[in-house]
Protein backbone atom coordinates (compact mmCIF):
# COMPACT_ATOMS: atom_id res chain seq x y z
CA UNK A 1 0.00 0.00 0.00
CA UNK A 2 1.29 2.95 -0.70
CA UNK A 3 1.55 5.54 2.31
CA UNK A 4 2.20 8.65 0.11
CA UNK A 5 0.47 10.62 -2.61
CA UNK A 6 0.67 12.50 -6.10
CA UNK A 7 4.18 14.13 -6.68
CA UNK A 8 5.53 12.42 -3.18
CA UNK A 9 4.70 8.99 -4.48
CA UNK A 10 5.74 9.42 -8.04
CA UNK A 11 9.17 10.47 -6.64
CA UNK A 12 9.28 7.49 -4.69
CA UNK A 13 8.35 5.38 -7.18
CA UNK A 14 10.75 6.17 -9.82
CA UNK A 15 13.65 6.86 -7.28
CA UNK A 16 12.92 3.00 -6.58
CA UNK A 17 13.57 2.11 -9.82
CA UNK A 18 16.95 2.87 -9.71
CA UNK A 19 19.28 0.15 -9.12
CA UNK A 20 20.44 -0.74 -5.06
CA UNK A 21 17.67 1.56 -4.55
CA UNK A 22 14.78 -0.19 -2.36
CA UNK A 23 11.58 1.42 -1.30
CA UNK A 24 12.80 2.92 1.95
CA UNK A 25 15.73 4.69 0.38
CA UNK A 26 14.05 5.71 -2.03
CA UNK A 27 11.59 7.38 0.54
CA UNK A 28 14.43 8.62 2.62
CA UNK A 29 15.58 10.41 -1.01
CA UNK A 30 12.38 11.74 -1.96
CA UNK A 31 12.43 13.62 1.40
CA UNK A 32 15.95 14.84 1.31
CA UNK A 33 15.12 16.47 -1.77
CA UNK A 34 12.10 18.12 0.05
CA UNK A 35 14.42 19.12 3.10
CA UNK A 36 17.22 20.44 1.29
CA UNK A 37 17.28 24.12 -0.69
CA UNK A 38 15.20 24.20 -3.50
CA UNK A 39 18.61 25.50 -5.75
CA UNK A 40 19.72 22.17 -4.76
CA UNK A 41 17.17 19.71 -5.56
CA UNK A 42 16.39 21.58 -8.84
CA UNK A 43 20.39 21.36 -9.83
CA UNK A 44 19.81 17.53 -9.69
CA UNK A 45 16.32 17.41 -12.02
CA UNK A 46 19.05 20.11 -14.36
CA UNK A 47 21.98 17.29 -14.44
CA UNK A 48 19.45 14.36 -15.11
CA UNK A 49 18.20 16.38 -17.76
CA UNK A 50 21.93 17.59 -19.29
CA UNK A 51 22.64 13.48 -19.29
CA UNK A 52 20.39 12.65 -21.44
CA UNK A 53 20.52 15.81 -23.71
CA UNK A 54 24.37 16.11 -23.59
CA UNK A 55 26.34 12.81 -23.21
CA UNK A 56 27.27 10.52 -26.11
CA UNK A 57 29.51 7.96 -27.25
CA UNK A 58 32.72 8.52 -27.96
CA UNK A 59 32.98 8.15 -31.96
CA UNK A 60 36.54 6.25 -31.38
CA UNK A 61 36.57 4.27 -28.40
CA UNK A 62 32.58 3.98 -27.00
CA UNK A 63 33.26 6.08 -23.75
CA UNK A 64 30.87 8.26 -22.12
CA UNK A 65 31.49 12.26 -23.16
CA UNK A 66 29.94 15.66 -24.37
CA UNK A 67 31.84 16.09 -27.61
CA UNK A 68 32.89 13.58 -30.84
CA UNK A 69 36.32 12.15 -28.91
CA UNK A 70 36.38 12.11 -25.13
CA UNK A 71 39.08 13.58 -23.25
CA UNK A 72 41.39 10.39 -23.39
CA UNK A 73 41.14 10.05 -27.14
CA UNK A 74 41.91 13.30 -27.26
CA UNK A 75 45.28 12.87 -25.35
CA UNK A 76 48.24 12.91 -27.05
CA UNK A 77 50.49 11.96 -24.21
CA UNK A 78 48.62 9.06 -23.57
CA UNK A 79 50.68 5.57 -24.86
CA UNK A 80 48.83 5.00 -28.64
CA UNK A 81 50.75 1.92 -28.62
CA UNK A 82 48.05 -0.02 -26.34
CA UNK A 83 44.39 -0.41 -26.63
CA UNK A 84 42.57 -1.75 -23.44
CA UNK A 85 39.37 -3.51 -24.25
CA UNK A 86 36.35 -2.96 -21.45
CA UNK A 87 33.08 -4.10 -21.32
CA UNK A 88 31.12 -1.23 -19.98
CA UNK A 89 32.19 3.12 -19.55
CA UNK A 90 31.91 2.01 -15.50
CA UNK A 91 34.91 -0.48 -16.21
CA UNK A 92 37.24 2.31 -18.12
CA UNK A 93 36.56 4.54 -15.33
CA UNK A 94 37.57 1.56 -12.38
CA UNK A 95 41.23 1.25 -14.10
CA UNK A 96 41.62 5.14 -14.86
CA UNK A 97 41.06 5.72 -11.32
CA UNK A 98 43.94 3.13 -10.61
CA UNK A 99 46.50 5.43 -12.44
CA UNK A 100 48.17 2.34 -13.25
CA UNK A 101 47.07 2.21 -16.94
CA UNK A 102 48.01 5.17 -19.47
CA UNK A 103 46.82 3.41 -22.80
CA UNK A 104 43.82 4.20 -25.09
CA UNK A 105 40.52 2.05 -24.91
CA UNK A 106 37.77 0.33 -26.61
CA UNK A 107 34.31 0.28 -24.77
CA UNK A 108 32.20 -3.07 -26.18
CA UNK A 109 28.77 -1.90 -24.57
CA UNK A 110 28.21 -5.08 -23.41
CA UNK A 111 29.75 -8.46 -23.68
CA UNK A 112 28.10 -11.38 -25.82
CA UNK A 113 25.30 -13.48 -23.76
CA UNK A 114 23.07 -15.39 -26.29
CA UNK A 115 20.97 -16.70 -23.06
CA UNK A 116 20.28 -13.17 -23.00
CA UNK A 117 20.20 -12.59 -26.63
CA UNK A 118 22.87 -10.44 -27.11
CA UNK A 119 25.21 -11.63 -29.95
CA UNK A 120 28.66 -9.57 -31.33
CA UNK A 121 26.48 -7.49 -33.83
CA UNK A 122 24.82 -5.65 -30.92
CA UNK A 123 28.72 -4.97 -29.42
CA UNK A 124 31.53 -2.50 -30.91
CA UNK A 125 33.46 -5.62 -32.05
CA UNK A 126 33.25 -4.50 -35.79
CA UNK A 127 34.52 -0.83 -34.89
CA UNK A 128 37.32 -2.59 -32.52
CA UNK A 129 38.47 -4.55 -35.47
CA UNK A 130 38.61 -1.24 -37.21
CA UNK A 131 40.55 0.37 -34.85
CA UNK A 132 43.29 -2.43 -34.80
CA UNK A 133 43.42 -2.76 -38.41
CA UNK A 134 43.98 0.77 -39.31
CA UNK A 135 46.00 1.56 -36.05
CA UNK A 136 49.20 0.75 -34.73
CA UNK A 137 48.57 -1.30 -31.76
CA UNK A 138 51.27 -3.35 -30.45
CA UNK A 139 49.20 -4.81 -27.56
CA UNK A 140 45.46 -5.23 -26.84
CA UNK A 141 44.36 -5.96 -23.44
CA UNK A 142 41.31 -7.84 -22.69
CA UNK A 143 39.81 -6.38 -19.51
CA UNK A 144 36.53 -8.33 -20.12
CA UNK A 145 35.04 -9.25 -16.76
CA UNK A 146 36.16 -12.46 -15.39
CA UNK A 147 32.81 -14.42 -15.89
CA UNK A 148 31.69 -16.87 -18.18
CA UNK A 149 29.96 -14.32 -20.65
CA UNK A 150 33.00 -12.06 -20.54
CA UNK A 151 35.57 -14.87 -20.98
CA UNK A 152 33.58 -16.18 -24.01
CA UNK A 153 33.59 -12.52 -25.49
CA UNK A 154 37.49 -12.28 -24.85
CA UNK A 155 38.03 -15.39 -26.57
CA UNK A 156 35.89 -13.98 -29.53
CA UNK A 157 37.40 -11.07 -29.87
CA UNK A 158 41.10 -12.53 -29.57
CA UNK A 159 39.71 -14.90 -32.94
CA UNK A 160 38.60 -11.96 -34.51
CA UNK A 161 41.93 -10.09 -34.31
CA UNK A 162 44.37 -13.40 -34.63
CA UNK A 163 45.00 -11.73 -38.05
CA UNK A 164 46.78 -8.95 -36.87
CA UNK A 165 50.16 -7.97 -35.60
CA UNK A 166 49.38 -7.34 -31.93
CA UNK A 167 50.25 -9.28 -28.54
CA UNK A 168 46.53 -10.50 -27.31
CA UNK A 169 47.17 -10.01 -23.26
CA UNK A 170 44.41 -10.08 -20.56
CA UNK A 171 43.88 -8.71 -17.09
CA UNK A 172 45.78 -10.96 -14.45
CA UNK A 173 43.79 -12.55 -12.16
CA UNK A 174 44.04 -15.10 -8.68
CA UNK A 175 45.26 -14.34 -5.31
CA UNK A 176 45.31 -10.80 -4.58
CA UNK A 177 48.39 -9.44 -3.04
CA UNK A 178 47.67 -9.38 1.21
CA UNK A 179 44.94 -12.74 0.99
CA UNK A 180 45.43 -15.96 2.58
CA UNK A 181 44.96 -19.05 0.30
CA UNK A 182 43.20 -20.61 3.17
CA UNK A 183 40.23 -18.18 1.95
CA UNK A 184 40.49 -18.10 -1.80
CA UNK A 185 37.69 -20.27 -3.61
CA UNK A 186 38.07 -22.85 -6.14
CA UNK A 187 38.30 -20.53 -9.24
CA UNK A 188 40.48 -18.28 -7.33
CA UNK A 189 43.00 -20.40 -6.93
CA UNK A 190 42.71 -22.37 -10.71
CA UNK A 191 43.55 -18.71 -12.30
CA UNK A 192 45.95 -18.39 -9.83
CA UNK A 193 47.71 -21.37 -10.87
CA UNK A 194 47.53 -21.18 -14.53
CA UNK A 195 48.14 -17.66 -14.20
CA UNK A 196 51.63 -18.19 -12.70
CA UNK A 197 54.50 -16.04 -13.05
CA UNK A 198 58.37 -16.28 -12.86
CA UNK A 199 60.04 -15.12 -10.00
Known sequence: MNKHEG????????????????????????????????????ALSDAIRRIR????????????????????????????????????????????????YNGLYHVLLGRIAPLDGIGPDQLTIDALVDRVREGNFSEVIMATNPTVEGDGTALYISNQLSEYPVQMTRLARGITAGSVLEYANREMIADALSGRQKL
Open 53 to 100: SDVRYCSMCFNLCEQELCSICRDDSRDQSRLCIVEQPRDLMSLEQSKA
Open 7 to 42: AVSQLVDLLGRLPGIGRKSAERLAFHLLRVPEDEAL
